[in-house]
């Protein structure tokens, strides 16, 4: 992966109580997993418990918030600012998830826009993308994503505090995970949108994460991909395999 650290997200989604939130953070505290200069693991509890998570955890884990506000915050009720993420010291945010873009009529141009903010108050962004399964029968995977993908383009030009996690919806919490083979057809040609509509750099050097029913089971012949540089976990990352997939990093 040419120096592309893996990176393993959690994202726990809208799930725990401070109870089974402790129960986690003290397995996954517990475990035995490849050092931070080999594998980055960020968790990305709801709002409410991350300061919990984030004083709980090992200091080699890091946080991310599930979203933020488009812009700076005030009379927007309900929301949450990367300001204040940033005031609690909050490194990273997950923005764009498929959940927000079909619950909650996130558009392209609203991710792009959110992207952008975020990393211009220094936030780190995982980005995501991914197409449904009406999608990929209709054979336009690679136009969805890349029309995803040139939202947040258009919006930014530094992308190294950015990560893309391409997660077809129809395999997300489906149990239906991409082949490896799947997956690498869509990160190398993703890169190959990024190398010619960016740079040949960012190309080189932004993490693809793939997302979509990953386990302790499938995580490592998927890790093999060469364009595969870490995953977006859900449901596992609420479970002691969560574990495994990180050491599918080496
Ligand atoms: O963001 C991660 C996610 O959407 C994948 O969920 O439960 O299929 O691993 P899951």
Not at 54 to 77: I, M
Not at 81 to 108: C, F, K, Q, Y
Request: a negative charge; one cysteine or more.
């Amino acid at each position: 992966r040419m120096g592309r650290k893996f990176f393993v997200g959690g994202n726990w989604k809208c799930n725990g109580t401070i109870e089974e939130v402790k129960k986690i953070i003290s397995i996954l505290n517990a475990g035995e997993v490849p050092s931070s200069d080999v594998v980055e693991v960020v968790l990305s509890p709801p709002f409410v418990f991350l300061p919990l998570v984030k004083s709980e955890l090992r200091p080699d884990f890091h946080v991310a918030a599930q979203n933020c506000w488009v812009k700076k915050g005030g009379a927007y009720t309900g929301e949450i600012s990367a300001e204040m993420l940033v005031n609690l010291d909050i490194p990273w945010v997950i923005i764009g998830h498929s959940e927000r873009r079909a619950l909650l009529g996130e558009t392209n141009e609203f991710v792009g826009e959110k992207v952008a903010y975020a990393l211009s108050k220094g936030l780190k962004v995982i980005a995501c993308v991914g197409e449904t399964l009406e999608q990929r029968e209709a054979g336009s995977t690679m136009e969805v994503v890349a029309a995803q993908t040139k939202a947040i383009a258009d919006k930014i030009s530094d992308w190294s505090n950015v990560v893309i996690a391409y997660e077809p919806v129809w395999a997300i919490g489906t149990g239906k995970v991409a082949t490896p083979a799947q997956a690498q057809e869509v990160h190398a040609a993703l890169r190959g949108w990024l190398s010619s509509n960016v740079s040949a750099e960012v190309a080189e050097s932004t993490r693809i994460l793939y997302g979509g029913s990953v386990n302790g089971a499938n995580s490592k012949e998927l890790a093999a991909q060469p364009d595969v540089d870490g995953f977006l976990v859900g449901g596992a990352s609420l479970k002691p395999e969560f574990i495994d997939i990180i050491k599918a990093a080496t």
